[in-house]
């Protein structure tokens, strides 16, 4: 199923899927997770510029393709972070709970050979979270003690897996469904919170997109700050995401580098390097060397091309 004007598909429903905390509600004992040591970062080229995100669809891309490419000057990493895409928030009949497809799971069975290198180079590598047309999703919860259940399974997987974060991706919920309520003004609110408590040095970050992201005020909270980063959800396209944060923690540039024209990329990096923003999104990085397409953008934001290393 192809994702509407952003050529992004559905991740697999998952058969078997894990649940990290099952109970949605306060006062269910929860074990505590193993912690898992992220790669210690060698000492890394440095570059001058806005930091690049490549989400990777895993379920047919690996993760190390991230780490293939620097820039031919200087040798710094093209990409910052890294984004598993995607797991999914699921439903029980009852609560909220975290799933993986066989696809995402092989990636955090493996993180061993399959995000520890990339964190060794010093990539960030969060995971995404996106509905899965089940009723469920970050904007319905029904209470506070809900939503905190929900940010304690997502800080466990972040834990049990070495991550660096969690990123929201407010699509495909299907609000209403299998009984499940509709959006609300405080669910997303109540989670964020939630999260940032559980995890405070951690990336949270946010494709700007659905019921959550139009829903960051509460009883006069504001959430906002409480990100890394946003993105602009729609590929070849430059749309400011409307959230509390400074410049240089924004992308309101998307690019899609399996569609979106060099020549856009080129002229929406410009914009970014031009505008004073910080950070470049870009969506469906795969094995095939494109070092010429990624020079497009990389000459602009970094004043270097890009080279691949296989």
Known sequence: MMRGPRSRWKALIATGALTLA?????????????????????PAATKSGPISVAYVEVNNNSML????????????????????FAANIDYDGSNAYLSFNPQVQSVLDNVA????????????????????????????????????????????????????????DDEYADYGVNGTPQ????????????????????????YDIGPAADSLTYNGTDVGPLFNYAWNPYYDSWIVPDISLPKSHLSPAAIDV?????????????????????????????????????????????????????
């Open 22 to 42: 099952f109970a949605g509600t306060a006062g269910v004992a929860q074990a505590t997770p193993a912690k898992a040591t992220p790669a210690k970062a060698k």
């Open 65 to 84: 393709n991230v780490g293939k490419y620097k820039l031919a000057t200087g040798g710094a990493n093209v990409f910052d972070i890294a984004v598993i």
């Open 113 to 168: 050979t399959q995000v520890r290198p990339l964190q060794a180079k010093g990539i960030k590598v969060e995971l995404s979270i996106l509905g899965n047309h089940q009723g469920a999703g970050f904007a319905n919860f029904p209470s506070q003690a809900a939503a905190a259940a929900f940010a304690k399974q997502l800080s466990d997987a972040v834990t049990k897996y070495g991550l660096d974060g969690i990123d929201f």
């Open 183 to 206: 959006p609300n003004a405080s669910s997303f609110v109540y989670l964020i919170q939630a999260l940032r408590k559980d995890m405070p040095s951690k990336l949270i970050t946010m």
């Open 258 to 310: 399996t569609s979106t024209p060099s020549s856009d990329a080129a002229s929406l990096a410009q914009q970014t390097v031009s505008g004073g923003y910080g950070v470049f999104m870009t969506y469906n990085l795969g094995a095939p060397d494109i070092h010429t397409y990624i020079s497009s953008f990389t000459k602009v934001l970094y004043g270097s091309k890009a080279v691949y290393s296989g």
